[in-house]
C-alpha cells in the first residue's frame, strides 16, 4: 500500500484517496466546511488547506490526490496563518449572532473560530446583509446572513436527493443561496441539509428556538418509521423528545434519513392521548386499575375462552424481544394456533435511497421470532374473517391499531366478546377493549429491531416511565437530568406508567402459572438467541451502536 | 481530670477587676460618642453602591422590549442551576425572545456569572436584597417579577461598562 506522511505519522492510503480522506481513516482531522465525506468535492471554502513539502503553494486537502512518499504538514507555521486567514475572511460578513442562532452549540463555524481563529477581526465596513428568514420549503428555514456559501446543502440536493431545488445566485460577497423559479425545497429528504449544513443558515421549521442543544441528552436509537431502519440520535430535554437528528451507519443508511422519520415518528410519545396505567371496561367506560388486578381480570376472561376461539396478534412495532414472548406466551403458555402480525406495505411509497415501502420497522424480526400461525392455526385476515363468523371471540393485540390500518376492520373488531390490547395511546382499538394495558413506545425501552436487510439493531430509552429510571437504569442524561430536584419546576417531569410489552406478557404468564425469569430486555435477547438460529451467537454487545448482520436470506423479507 | 495551666497568670491588679472595669466602660462611653454605623433597618433602608450584587433582574428597554434573547447561556452557566428559560420566535429584528424566564431565587447564590456572559446586558445584578418567601412555590420569578426597567438600572449598566 502506498504510504503518506502527515505530521510525521506515517500513514496507508488507497489510491485514489485525497489528502483529506487518508487523514480521516487515520483518525486526523483536518478542519473543513464544504467537504463532505459522501459529497462531491467542491474545494471552495479553502479551510483545509495544507502544506505539503515540494509543492510551491499550499494545497487544498480535499481536492489534493494522495500520492506515495507525499509529505504533508497540517500544522505548520505556514498552515496555521493560511487557516487562520480563511476563518477571518469567511468571517468578514458573518453576522455573529450566536445568541440567537439554533445552530449555537454545535457549529462548526464556531468550533472553528474556538480553534484555528486568533479571534480578532480587521474589518471595519459595513457587513453584507442578506435575506433573513426564507422559507426554502415546508421544513426548512433559510438565514441568508449566516450562510458561508459552501454549497454543502446544494450539493445534497443534487447528488443523494436527487432534485434539483436549491442553487447559488449574485457573486462574490452577495452570493446566497435561494430555490429554483417555481420549485420549492421540499424532496422528501430536505431536512439533512440542516443537518450539513456547517453554520446556522439552515434551519428545521420544527425545532426552531425549541431548546439549546447542551441542554438535551441524546440516544443512540433507530427510527421506527419503516423497514430501513436507520440509525438516529433522540434528543430529550425534560423526558419530553424535542427532535431526531440521523446518525452515521454505513451499512444503513449513511448519514441521511428521511423527513416523515424525522418529524413524524416520535410526537405521539409526549403525546396528550397516552395510556397511562391499566385499564379495565366497567359499565362501559375504561377504568384505571393497578397491576395485580389487570393480571387477575386478564387470566379469568382469557380462560372464559375455548383456546381455539382466542387469536394473537403481533406487531412489528414491537421488539424481537416483545415479540419473542407474545409467540411464547400465544402458544405454549394460553396454547392458541391463530397467531400472526399485520403488515402496512404501501406500494409505491419507497425510493432507492432510504424510504421502505414496509412502513414496520422490525417485519422481519417478528417472522424470525415466529408470530405466524402454527400449523392449521389461522392466519391475519383469516382471524378477521373467523371473527365475523363469530368462530373467533376473543383477540389479544399488541401495539397495533387495526382499524386504523384498515378502518373497515372496525365493523368486525366490534363483534368481539373480549379485546385485550397493548396500547401506548388511546385510539381506535382502546374504543373497543376491554382491557388496555399501557405499552411502552419505542422511545421508553430497550430491545432489538430486525430491518429488511437482516440487520439486528438495538433501540434504547430515552424518555424515563414509571417502569424504567433515568439514573438507575443508565439512560443518557443531560445536566439538568443529573442535578434537577423534585422542587424544579423542570425537575418535575411528566412520566407515563407504562411497561414494555415483554414485560407485560411475562407479567400475565406468571398469573397463568408459568413464571419466566426475565428481568430485564437483555435476558430475553439472551434466551432467544439460544433458541433461534439466526440470532445465534449474538447479544446485546456484539449487536453494539451500529447492529449486526444475522445469517438469513433476505429474501424471506417480502419488501 | 487534668487542670490545664493558663498560659499567663493574672497579675494582681487584673485580680481585683475593678480597674478593668473601668477600662472596658471607658471603651463604652468613647464609643457613644462617635458617629454611629448601624442602620435602623428596616426602618432606614440601605441603598447598595453599584457594584452591590443582589438578585438579578431583566431589563426591560423603554419602549417596552425585554432585551433578553433567551440565548440560555445565563442558564447554562449558572452553577446553581438557578434560571430556566424558554425561547420562543418573535417578528422583532432580533427574531428570538423568552417566552419563560425563571430564575428560583431558593437556587441563586448571587455570583453574577449569569450578569457577566449575557451578551445583551440583560441581565444585571440589582440592588434588591429583600428575599422572603413562605413557601417554594414563591422563590421562582417569572417574567412579571424580574423585567426592570433599565432607567432603575443605570448606575450598574455604568459600573459594568467602567468595570467589567
Ligand atoms: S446554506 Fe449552509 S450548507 Fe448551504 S451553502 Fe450556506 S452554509 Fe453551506
Ligand atoms: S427511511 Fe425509514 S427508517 Fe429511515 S428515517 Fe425514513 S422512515 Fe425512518
Ligand atoms: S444570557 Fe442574557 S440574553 Fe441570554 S438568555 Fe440570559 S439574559 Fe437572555
Ligand atoms: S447570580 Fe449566579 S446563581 Fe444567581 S442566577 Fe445568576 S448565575 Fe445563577
Same mark, same amino acid.
Given at each position: 500500500?502506498?504510504?503518506?506522511?502527515?505530521?510525521?505519522?506515517?500513514?496507508?492510503?488507497?489510491?485514489?484517496?485525497?489528502?483529506?480522506?487518508?487523514?480521516?481513516?487515520?483518525?486526523?482531522?483536518?478542519?473543513?466546511?464544504?467537504?463532505?465525506?459522501?459529497?462531491?468535492?467542491?474545494?471552495?471554502?479553502?479551510?483545509?488547506?495544507?502544506?505539503?513539502?515540494?509543492?510551491?503553494?499550499?494545497?487544498?486537502?480535499?481536492?489534493?490526490?494522495?500520492?506515495?512518499?507525499?509529505?504533508?504538514?497540517?500544522?505548520?507555521?505556514?498552515?496555521?496563518?493560511?487557516?487562520?486567514?480563511?476563518?477571518?475572511?469567511?468571517?468578514?460578513?458573518?453576522?455573529?449572532?450566536?445568541?440567537?442562532?439554533?445552530?449555537?452549540?454545535?457549529?462548526?463555524?464556531?468550533?472553528?473560530?474556538?480553534?484555528?481563529?486568533?479571534?480578532?477581526?480587521?474589518?471595519?465596513?459595513?457587513?453584507?446583509?442578506?435575506?433573513?428568514?426564507?422559507?426554502?420549503?415546508?421544513?426548512?428555514?433559510?438565514?441568508?446572513?449566516?450562510?458561508?456559501?459552501?454549497?454543502?446543502?446544494?450539493?445534497?440536493?443534487?447528488? /443523494?436527493?436527487?432534485?434539483?431545488?436549491?442553487?447559488?445566485?449574485?457573486?462574490?460577497?452577495?452570493?446566497?443561496?435561494?430555490?429554483?423559479?417555481?420549485?420549492?425545497?421540499?424532496?422528501?429528504?430536505?431536512?439533512?441539509?440542516?443537518?450539513?449544513?456547517?453554520?446556522?443558515?439552515?434551519?428545521?421549521?420544527?425545532?426552531?428556538?425549541?431548546?439549546?442543544?447542551?441542554?438535551?441528552?441524546?440516544?443512540?436509537?433507530?427510527?421506527?418509521?419503516?423497514?430501513?431502519?436507520?440509525?438516529?440520535?433522540?434528543?430529550?430535554?425534560?423526558?419530553?423528545?424535542?427532535?431526531?437528528?440521523?446518525?452515521?451507519?454505513?451499512?444503513?443508511?449513511?448519514?441521511?434519513?428521511?423527513?416523515?422519520?424525522?418529524?413524524?415518528?416520535?410526537?405521539?410519545?409526549?403525546?396528550?392521548?397516552?395510556?397511562?396505567?391499566?385499564?379495565?371496561?366497567?359499565?362501559?367506560?375504561?377504568?384505571?386499575?393497578?397491576?395485580?388486578?389487570?393480571?387477575?381480570?386478564?387470566?379469568?376472561?382469557?380462560?372464559?375462552?375455548?383456546?381455539?376461539?382466542?387469536?394473537?396478534?403481533?406487531?412489528?412495532?414491537?421488539?424481537?424481544?416483545?415479540?419473542?414472548?407474545?409467540?411464547?406466551?400465544?402458544?405454549?403458555?394460553?396454547?392458541?394456533?391463530?397467531?400472526?402480525?399485520?403488515?402496512?406495505?404501501?406500494?409505491?411509497?419507497?425510493?432507492?435511497?432510504?424510504?421502505?415501502?414496509?412502513?414496520?420497522?422490525?417485519?422481519?424480526?417478528?417472522?424470525?421470532?415466529?408470530?405466524?400461525?402454527?400449523?392449521?392455526?389461522?392466519?391475519?385476515?383469516?382471524?378477521?374473517?373467523? /371473527?365475523?363468523?363469530?368462530?373467533?371471540?376473543?383477540?389479544?393485540?399488541?401495539?397495533?391499531?387495526?382499524?386504523?390500518?384498515?378502518?373497515?376492520?372496525?365493523?368486525?373488531?366490534?363483534?368481539?366478546?373480549?379485546?385485550?390490547?397493548?396500547?401506548?395511546?388511546?385510539?381506535?382499538?382502546?374504543?373497543?377493549?376491554?382491557?388496555?394495558?399501557?405499552?411502552?413506545?419505542?422511545?421508553?425501552?430497550?430491545?432489538?429491531?430486525?430491518?429488511?436487510?437482516?440487520?439486528?439493531?438495538? /433501540?434504547?430509552?430515552?424518555?424515563?416511565?414509571?417502569?424504567?429510571?433515568?439514573?438507575?437504569?443508565?439512560?443518557?442524561?443531560?445536566?439538568?437530568?443529573?442535578?434537577?430536584?423534585?422542587?424544579?419546576?423542570?425537575?418535575?417531569?411528566?412520566?407515563?406508567?407504562?411497561?414494555?410489552?415483554?414485560?407485560?406478557?411475562?407479567?400475565?404468564?406468571?398469573?397463568?402459572?408459568?413464571?419466566?425469569?426475565?428481568?430485564?430486555?437483555?435476558?430475553?435477547?439472551?434466551?432467544?438467541?439460544?433458541?433461534?438460529?439466526?440470532?445465534?451467537?449474538?447479544?446485546?454487545?456484539?449487536?453494539?451502536?451500529?447492529?449486526?448482520?444475522?445469517?438469513?436470506?433476505?429474501?424471506?423479507?417480502?419488501? | 481530670?487534668?487542670?490545664?495551666?493558663?498560659?499567663?497568670?493574672?497579675?494582681?491588679?487584673?485580680?481585683?477587676?475593678?480597674?478593668?472595669?473601668?477600662?472596658?466602660?471607658?471603651?463604652?462611653?468613647?464609643?457613644?460618642?462617635?458617629?454611629?454605623?448601624?442602620?435602623?433597618?428596616?426602618?432606614?433602608?440601605?441603598?447598595?453602591? %453599584?457594584?452591590?450584587? *443582589?438578585?438579578?433582574?431583566?431589563?426591560?428597554?423603554?419602549? *417596552?422590549?425585554?432585551?433578553?434573547?433567551?440565548? *440560555?447561556?445565563?442558564?447554562?452557566?449558572?452553577?446553581?442551576?438557578?434560571?430556566?428559560?424558554?425561547?420562543?420566535?418573535?417578528?422583532?429584528?432580533?427574531?428570538?425572545?423568552?417566552?419563560?424566564?425563571?430564575?428560583?431565587?431558593?437556587?441563586?447564590?448571587?455570583?453574577?456569572?449569569?450578569?457577566?456572559?449575557?451578551?445583551?446586558?440583560?441581565?444585571?445584578?440589582?440592588?434588591?436584597?429583600?428575599? %422572603?418567601?413562605?413557601?417554594?412555590?414563591?422563590?421562582?420569578?417569572?417574567?412579571?417579577?424580574?423585567?426592570?426597567?433599565?432607567?432603575?438600572?443605570?448606575?450598574?449598566?455604568?459600573?459594568?461598562?467602567?468595570?467589567?
Amino acid at each position: 500500500m502506498p504510504k503518506i506522511i502527515i505530521d510525521g505519522k506515517e500513514i496507508e492510503f488507497q489510491h485514489g484517496q485525497t489528502i483529506i480522506q487518508a487523514a480521516k481513516d487515520n483518525g486526523i482531522d483536518i478542519p473543513h466546511f464544504c467537504w463532505h465525506p459522501s459529497l462531491s468535492v467542491s474545494g471552495n471554502c479553502r479551510v483545509c488547506l495544507v502544506e505539503v513539502e515540494k509543492m510551491p503553494k499550499l494545497v487544498i486537502a480535499c481536492a489534493t490526490i494522495a500520492a506515495d512518499g507525499m509529505v504533508v504538514h497540517t500544522q505548520s507555521e505556514k498552515t496555521l496563518s493560511a487557516r487562520n486567514a480563511v476563518m477571518e475572511f469567511i468571517l468578514i460578513n458573518h453576522p455573529l449572532d450566536c445568541p440567537i442562532c439554533d445552530e449555537a452549540g454545535e457549529c462548526k463555524l464556531q468550533d472553528y473560530t474556538y480553534q484555528h481563529s486568533v479571534g480578532e477581526s480587521r474589518f471595519t465596513e459595513t457587513k453584507q446583509q442578506k435575506d433573513k428568514r426564507v422559507e426554502l420549503g415546508p421544513h426548512v428555514m433559510f438565514d441568508g446572513d449566516r450562510c458561508i456559501s459552501c454549497s454543502r446543502c446544494i450539493r445534497f440536493c443534487d447528488e /443523494i436527493a436527487g432534485e434539483n431545488q436549491l442553487t447559488f445566485i449574485k457573486r462574490g460577497d452577495r452570493v446566497t443561496i435561494v430555490t429554483f423559479p417555481g420549485k420549492q425545497l421540499d424532496n422528501p429528504y430536505s431536512l439533512n441539509v440542516t443537518d450539513i449544513c456547517p453554520v446556522g443558515a439552515l434551519t428545521n421549521r420544527d425545532f426552531r428556538f425549541k431548546s439549546r442543544v447542551w441542554e438535551m441528552s441524546s440516544t443512540k436509537t433507530i427510527c421506527p418509521g419503516c423497514a430501513r431502519g436507520c440509525n438516529i440520535e433522540m434528543w430529550v430535554r425534560s423526558n419530553e423528545i424535542l427532535r431526531l437528528t440521523p446518525r452515521q451507519n454505513d451499512n444503513v443508511n449513511s448519514y441521511w434519513m428521511c423527513d416523515t422519520g424525522r418529524l413524524e415518528t416520535f410526537k405521539f410519545v409526549n403525546d396528550e392521548s397516552r395510556v397511562n396505567g391499566s385499564h379495565i371496561r366497567r359499565e362501559g367506560k375504561l377504568t384505571k386499575v393497578g397491576w395485580d388486578e389487570v393480571f387477575a381480570a386478564s387470566v379469568s376472561e382469557l380462560k372464559s375462552f375455548n383456546k381455539d376461539e382466542v387469536a394473537f396478534i403481533g406487531s412489528a412495532y414491537s421488539t424481537v424481544e416483545d415479540n419473542f414472548l407474545l409467540t411464547k406466551f400465544a402458544k405454549s403458555v394460553f396454547g392458541s394456533k391463530h397467531l400472526d402480525f399485520p403488515r402496512q406495505i404501501i406500494s409505491g411509497s419507497g425510493d432507492d435511497i432510504l424510504i421502505r415501502e414496509d412502513k414496520r420497522p422490525n417485519s422481519l424480526g417478528s417472522e424470525l421470532v415466529g408470530v405466524k400461525p402454527s400449523s392449521n392455526g389461522l392466519d391475519f385476515d383469516q382471524i378477521m374473517e373467523a /371473527i365475523d363468523e363469530g368462530k373467533i371471540k376473543a383477540l389479544y393485540v399488541v401495539e397495533e391499531d387495526l382499524i386504523k390500518l384498515n378502518p373497515e376492520l372496525e365493523n368486525i373488531i366490534a363483534k368481539l366478546d373480549l379485546l385485550i390490547v397493548h396500547a401506548s395511546n388511546f385510539n381506535n382499538m382502546t374504543k373497543f377493549a376491554n382491557i388496555v394495558f399501557p405499552a411502552s413506545t419505542y422511545a421508553e425501552k430497550n430491545g432489538t429491531w430486525v430491518n429488511f436487510e437482516g440487520r439486528v439493531q438495538r /433501540i434504547r430509552p430515552a424518555v424515563s416511565t414509571f417502569d424504567i429510571d433515568r439514573s438507575l437504569d443508565g439512560m443518557s442524561m443531560s445536566r439538568l437530568d443529573k442535578f434537577g430536584t423534585e422542587y424544579d419546576r423542570w425537575g418535575k417531569v411528566k412520566k407515563t406508567e407504562a411497561r414494555s410489552t415483554w414485560r407485560i406478557l411475562s407479567g400475565l404468564a406468571n398469573a397463568f402459572g408459568t413464571k419466566y425469569k426475565y428481568s430485564m430486555a437483555e435476558d430475553v435477547f439472551t434466551d432467544l438467541a439460544k433458541s433461534i438460529d439466526s440470532f445465534k451467537d449474538l447479544d446485546y454487545d456484539v449487536i453494539g451502536e451500529l447492529g449486526a448482520q444475522l445469517k438469513i436470506k433476505t429474501h424471506t423479507a417480502k419488501v | 481530670m487534668i487542670q490545664k495551666k493558663r498560659l499567663k497568670d493574672l497579675t494582681l491588679l487584673e485580680k481585683l477587676y475593678i480597674p478593668e472595669i473601668v477600662k472596658g466602660m471607658s471603651l463604652t462611653f468613647q464609643n457613644m460618642f462617635r458617629p454611629a454605623f448601624t442602620m435602623e433597618y428596616p426602618e432606614v433602608k440601605f441603598v447598595p453602591p %453599584a457594584s452591590y450584587r *443582589g438578585r438579578p433582574v431583566l431589563a426591560l428597554e423603554e419602549n *417596552g422590549e425585554e432585551r433578553c434573547v433567551a440565548c *440560555g447561556l445565563c442558564a447554562r452557566i449558572c452553577p446553581a442551576l438557578a434560571i430556566e428559560v424558554q425561547a420562543a420566535e418573535t417578528d422583532r429584528e432580533k427574531e428570538r425572545y423568552p417566552e419563560k424566564f425563571e430564575i428560583n431565587m431558593l437556587r441563586c447564590i448571587f455570583c453574577g456569572f449569569c450578569e457577566d456572559v449575557c451578551p445583551e446586558e440583560a441581565i444585571l445584578m440589582s440592588k434588591d436584597y429583600e428575599l %422572603a418567601f413562605s413557601n417554594r412555590e414563591d422563590a421562582i420569578f417569572g417574567k412579571d417579577k424580574l423585567l426592570t426597567p433599565v432607567s432603575k438600572l443605570k448606575d450598574r449598566i455604568e459600573f459594568l461598562r467602567l468595570y467589567k
